[in-house]
């Protein structure tokens, strides 16, 4: 059993990090105050051929493994939470499925531009009645025969990237007596499929420089060449996206720890009280020594997680024991961060602040903390 990254992974990685040192670090603060969206960021990932990590290189993706996408969202969460979730909401839920389920014809038409033409994905499930049961929905897509299209009408809630994004992946109910087998995936076209509206931009607790928004369908008309998969495949679809989706959390949850981590080990090592560095005292130096024991345990369960998903094999377990794992280490770790730095880590000139807030959503985001124990349950028998 080999620990080390490949070689490939680290050279990438190593990329990721000085891109993110030199282009996103000086602006991570500024883009969360002014809750804007980092466009010339995204576009710039684009140029570095990261928008498509997991992405087969046929459709202009880079072709790398479950654990190269983990690695390359786990240094962008490490300087900013936000472009780390759009860019994961991008990669796993907007382009993969497209990847995993589309027609050759619609890997062409919509994910080649996901990948390698600048355009941002998005995917909308949650709706203002459902939540965790993510199933009870009330989106529906009735067909009408006479025009050989589908109408789309509904509202989806809390869909990250919805009023920035080029394409999103609407999840609709097609036929209501057949429960899970009902539900089909759309390709809407925010900008030119009329019926779409972004209703609302929601104002939020952290990760205010990825947008979160509430969309409106109504009367959105789709041919029948935007159903992805089949009609029913909708929920088999889902189930599978959200196994990725959640190795996606996790390793943001692993960057977001370890930047709050790196904040408090250079200002332990920096601060001096009493004559000597707060890291001298065995308090501070515990608090700091739990945050790296707390991060590589996360890392370890995200890194098995995601090789277990790129070998093909069930991964429910393992992905859903990493987001739980690495989501509560991630708030506790930018905690003990805040904590460490004292008066200063309140201020917004420290990122551990950043990293706190930002920290939480990780909790409940794609499943939340007490659904994972739920599917850990069943996993285990339970």
Same mark, same amino acid.
């Given at each position: 059993m080999?620990?080390e990254?490949?070689a490939?992974?680290?050279?990438?990685r190593?990329t990721?990090?000085?891109?993110?040192e030199e282009?996103?670090?000086?602006?991570?603060?500024?883009?969360?105050?002014?809750h804007?969206?980092?466009?010339?960021?995204f576009?710039?990932?684009?140029?570095?051929?990261?928008?498509?990590?997991?992405?087969s290189?046929?459709?202009?993706?880079?072709? $790398?493994?479950?654990?190269?996408?983990?690695?390359?969202?786990?240094?962008?969460?490490?300087?900013?939470?936000g472009?780390g979730?759009?860019?994961?909401?991008?990669?796993?839920?907007g382009?993969?499925?497209?990847d995993?389920?589309?027609?050759h014809e619609?890997?062409?038409?919509w994910?080649?531009? @996901?990948?390698?033409?600048?355009?941002?994905?998005?995917?909308?499930?949650?709706?203002?009645?459902?939540?965790?049961?993510?199933s009870?929905?009330?989106?529906?897509?009735?067909?009408?025969p006479?025009?050989?299209?589908?109408?789309?009408?509904g509202?989806?809630?809390?869909?990250?990237?919805a009023?920035?994004?080029?394409?999103?992946?609407?999840?609709?109910v097609?036929?209501?007596?057949?429960?899970?087998?009902g539900?089909?995936t759309?390709?809407?076209?925010?900008e030119?499929?009329? $019926?779409?509206e972004v209703?609302?931009?929601?104002e939020k607790? $952290?990760?205010n420089c990825?947008?979160?928004?509430?969309?409106?369908?109504?009367?959105v008309?789709?041919?029948?060449?935007?159903? @992805?998969?089949?009609?029913?495949?909708?929920?088999k679809?889902?189930?599978?996206?959200l196994?990725?989706?959640?190795?996606?959390?996790?390793?943001?949850s692993v960057? @977001?720890?370890q930047?709050?981590?790196?904040?408090?080990?250079?200002?332990?090592?920096?601060?001096?009280?009493?004559?000597?560095p707060i890291?001298?005292?065995?308090?501070?130096?515990?608090?700091?020594v739990?945050?790296?024991?707390?991060i590589?345990?996360?890392?370890? @369960?995200t890194?098995?997680?995601?090789?277990?998903?790129?070998?093909?094999?069930?991964?429910?377990?393992?992905?859903?024991?990493?987001?739980?794992d690495?989501?509560?280490?991630?708030?506790?770790?930018?905690?003990e961060?805040?904590q460490?730095? $004292?008066?200063?880590?309140?201020?917004t000139?420290?990122?551990?602040?950043?990293?706190?807030?930002?920290?939480?959503?990780?909790?409940i985001?794609?499943?939340?903390?007490?659904?994972?124990?739920?599917?850990?349950?069943?996993?285990l028998?339970?």
């Amino acid at each position: 059993m080999d620990f080390e990254l490949p070689a490939e992974h680290r050279m990438i990685r190593d990329t990721v990090r000085g891109f993110c040192e030199e282009e996103i670090r000086p602006i991570a603060q500024e883009i969360e105050d002014e809750h804007r969206f980092p466009d010339e960021v995204f576009a710039a990932l684009s140029e570095l051929d990261m928008m498509g990590v997991p992405v087969s290189e046929e459709y202009g993706g880079l072709g $790398g493994d479950q654990l190269l996408y983990a690695v390359v969202t786990e240094e962008l969460g490490r300087v900013s939470g936000g472009i780390g979730l759009s860019y994961a909401a991008h990669t796993s839920l907007g382009a993969k499925p497209i990847d995993h389920f589309g027609s050759h014809e619609q890997k062409e038409r919509w994910l080649r531009p @996901l990948t390698e033409g600048g355009e941002i994905g998005a995917w909308a499930l949650t709706e203002p009645g459902s939540g965790s049961d993510a199933s009870n929905m009330d989106t529906v897509a009735e067909y009408d025969p006479d025009t050989e299209e589908y109408v789309l009408n509904g509202t989806k809630q809390f869909i990250t990237n919805a009023n920035v994004a080029h394409s999103v992946l609407v999840k609709a109910v097609t036929d209501p007596d057949a429960g899970y087998d009902g539900i089909s995936t759309f390709i809407v076209d925010p900008e030119n499929d009329d $019926g779409f509206e972004v209703t609302t931009v929601w104002e939020k607790m $952290g990760l205010n420089c990825s947008p979160t928004c509430e969309i409106v369908l109504d009367d959105v008309r789709l041919p029948a060449d935007r159903l @992805l998969g089949d009609e029913g495949d909708g929920w088999k679809q889902t189930m599978k996206t959200l196994d990725g989706g959640r190795i996606s959390i996790a390793a943001l949850s692993v960057g @977001l720890a370890q930047g709050a981590y790196e904040a408090a080990k250079e200002y332990a090592g920096e601060r001096e009280q009493f004559g000597r560095p707060i890291a001298k005292f065995d308090a501070v130096r515990d608090k700091v020594v739990h945050m790296y024991r707390q991060i590589e345990r996360a890392r370890l @369960l995200t890194h098995k997680a995601a090789v277990t998903y790129g070998e093909g094999e069930p991964v429910t377990r393992e992905s859903a024991l990493a987001k739980l794992d690495a989501s509560e280490a991630a708030r506790k770790v930018a905690e003990e961060a805040v904590q460490t730095l $004292g008066g200063y880590g309140y201020t917004t000139d420290f990122a551990p602040q950043r990293f706190y807030r930002d920290a939480k959503l990780m909790e409940i985001g794609e499943g939340t903390s007490e659904i994972q124990h739920v599917v850990l349950g069943r996993e285990l028998g339970l």
